[in-house]
């Protein structure tokens, strides 16, 4: 009986060392086109009981739930980000991740699920579905998986005691962008509806520059949602009253930019404004995608 | 085209034939969960491409093959846990991954305790929140409030919630590509069974099949019965929109709770079921409201 121990052990053993050698020597995935810059190092920050984010990688910020059923994580960075995803993770809990909710279709929040999606099950909404399966982000990888389990307005998990709930309030970055709820910590990943950025509208994946003030309304709005802490999509974890900041700065773009095209100006002079006034780069995906639908849209 | 037509029709009309014959030949007096032999007694049976109707003990199921699994929707009895394993095994190798309740009853979720573990289970937030309630076994881990879709193997299975019928979380489940719609006991050929514990409503039961039917589909699953036309789904509608409004006029013409009685048990034969008999109070008070 000992001995059987012993020859499995050395077998165990053998077999990670396997696969230690095999992984160190996988090469790495494939650089996102968006990404020019060196990414952003790894942090794993803890929010409150059982719930981390991961920042870094110039990547939406992940959000790891710990239950004693397993982990429920919210996004999953790009394709490239899977084993540093995992190395984190696996810091903080041995427990296996078994749900990822979707905040949007992007390949900076939902590149990963084609390394994901065959070991936990991802929810998004039907919308961040669709974005995924018609290619609607023009720098996105061709592969990118979507989720098999959508939504329309909300949907809650429960695993281990806990909840966790995703809710759809209208268009703003896209037209699929889901909140994730923690209500037990009073916690809200707001997915790149709130960055540290100025929004970026999405046109082409149906976002809504119009509708993005309106959206985070009835967020603030929804007297189901008891919430003091704020995961943005990207940048340093927040506080309520700086999401009613943010909603009321998105407000100010909107009218500075209403204005500017109410008077007639071109789409170069308006670019010009948003690069002096709000520092988009001539060549920012801002520029891309957001500013020819905000001439059409604000006018 | 026309002779693609025929066949089609005749094919339907095969998989309704045997639908009926496995349906009448079920046991009968099975309407108590807690009455049952502990013998599974099912038929599976093709109702379209990929699908078929699990038909006999409990609720219906229904099953839809793909090439990344089967999405199942409704699970009956604990006892038919195996026999719903095996009826799908003798159409495909393809494992069970989702389970999908039309509502919180044991006779549709019976089997949830086998098949948690293994696949993924998905009802609406109000089923759940009843199960939980009446410390059902087998709750589910995912709901929604609205509508869930769900994409496995490149084909698409819609699950929506209308409002208030049977209970106050019915969902049915909708195959696009297929026209099919599998209706949970809102379409229960022994309704108007209102659980009136678990939210159920007779007055809303109408407007709510209104909803369903914005859905275009051919053929009905309906939770209890054989599989029918989508004439039977507006013939329910029809005779649940009229009977909250003839027993409102009776109730204020004092007649009496054996005359209106009738009314249910007389629709041609649709609502003759002991449990409208049973619920007449609860439905005479909701309906009086």
């Known amino acids: 009986m000992k001995r059987t121990l012993v020859v499995r052990l050395f077998a165990g053993l053998l077999a990670l060392a396997g696969a230690w050698v095999a992984y160190t020597q996988t090469p790495q995935g494939k650089q996102a086109p968006a990404q020019t810059k060196a990414p952003a190092p790894f942090n794993l920050i803890k929010i409150a009981d059982d719930l981390y984010v991961i920042d870094g990688g110039g990547a939406g910020n992940v959000a790891v739930y710990i239950t004693n059923e397993g982990v429920i994580m919210v996004d999953d960075k790009f394709e490239q980000h899977f084993d540093e995803i995992m190395a984190n993770v696996k810091k903080v809990t041995n427990q296996p991740v078994k749900y990822i909710l979707s905040t949007h279709y992007h390949a900076d929040h939902s590149g990963g699920n084609t390394r994901w999606s065959s070991i936990a099950e991802i929810i998004s909404t039907r919308n961040a579905h669709d974005g995924i399966v018609q290619h609607k982000q023009s720098n996105a990888p061709n592969d990118m998986i979507p989720a098999r389990v959508t939504f329309t307005q909300e949907t809650d998990l429960f695993l281990g005691g806990k909840e966790v709930r995703a809710r759809y309030y209208g268009r703003g970055h896209t037209n699929g962008d889901a909140f994730v709820y923690f209500p037990a910590l009073k916690v809200l990943h707001t997915g790149d509806m709130f960055t540290s950025a100025t929004p970026l509208i999405d046109y082409p994946g149906g976002g809504s520059l119009l509708e993005w003030p309106k959206t985070l309304d009835s967020v603030m709005g929804d007297k189901s949602l008891d919430f003091d802490t704020v995961i943005p999509g990207h940048g340093p974890v927040s506080k309520k009253a700086d999401l009613l900041t943010y909603r009321n700065n998105a407000q100010k773009m909107l009218t500075r930019v209403r204005s500017l095209v109410r008077q007639g100006k071109s789409q170069d002079d308006v670019a010009k404004v948003m690069t002096a006034e709000y520092k988009w780069a001539p060549d920012s995906l801002n520029m891309q995608w957001s500013l020819p639908g905000m001439m059409t849209e604000l006018k | ?289």
Not at chain 2, 43 to 54: E, F, G, R, W
Not at chain 2, 90 to 110: A, E, F, R
Not at chain 2, 173 to 196: M, T
Not at chain 2, 269 to 278: I, K, Q
């Open chain 2, 1 to 289: 085209m026309s002779r693609t037509l025929l066949v089609r029709l005749s094919a339907v009309a095969i998989a309704l034939g045997c639908a009926w014959v496995a349906y009448t030949q079920a046991p009968q007096g099975k309407q108590d969960g807690k009455q049952q032999a502990k013998q599974p007694n099912n038929m599976i049976s093709k109702v379209a491409d990929d699908l078929y109707a699990i038909i006999g003990d409990g609720g219906n199921s229904t099953v839809y093959v793909t090439n990344e699994g089967v999405i199942l929707v409704d699970d009956k009895f604990e006892y038919d846990g195996q026999d719903i394993v095996d009826k799908i095994k003798s159409v495909t190798n393809q494992p069970i991954k989702y389970v999908l309740n039309t509502h919180l009853h044991g006779d549709h979720t019976g089997s949830n305790v086998r098949f948690l573990p293994t696949a993924e289970i998905i009802a609406t937030k109000n089923a759940r929140d009843n199960m939980v309630k009446n410390k059902a076994p087998g709750v589910m881990r995912v709901v929604f409030t609205d509508e869930t879709d769900i994409y496995l193997g490149s084909k698409e299975v819609r699950m929506k919630y209308y409002g208030r019928g049977h209970t106050n979380g019915d969902a049915v489940v909708y195959f696009p590509a297929l026209r099919i719609l599998a209706s949970g006991d809102i379409g229960a050929n022994n309704g108007p069974n209102v659980d009136y514990a678990n939210g159920g409503s007779m007055k809303e039961w109408g407007a709510t099949l209104d909803g369903v039917l914005k859905l275009d589909f051919d053929t009905v699953i309906p939770g209890h019965g054989p599989v029918a036309k989508r004439q039977y789904l507006i013939d329910y509608r029809d005779v649940a929109t009229k009977l909250p409004a003839t027993v409102i006029s009776m109730v204020r013409e004092g007649k009496s709770k054996d005359d209106i009685a009738k009314v249910f048990t007389m629709n041609g034969g649709l609502w003759a079921n002991p449990n409208v008999v049973n619920k007449l109070d609860q439905i005479m008070a909701e309906l009086k409201n």
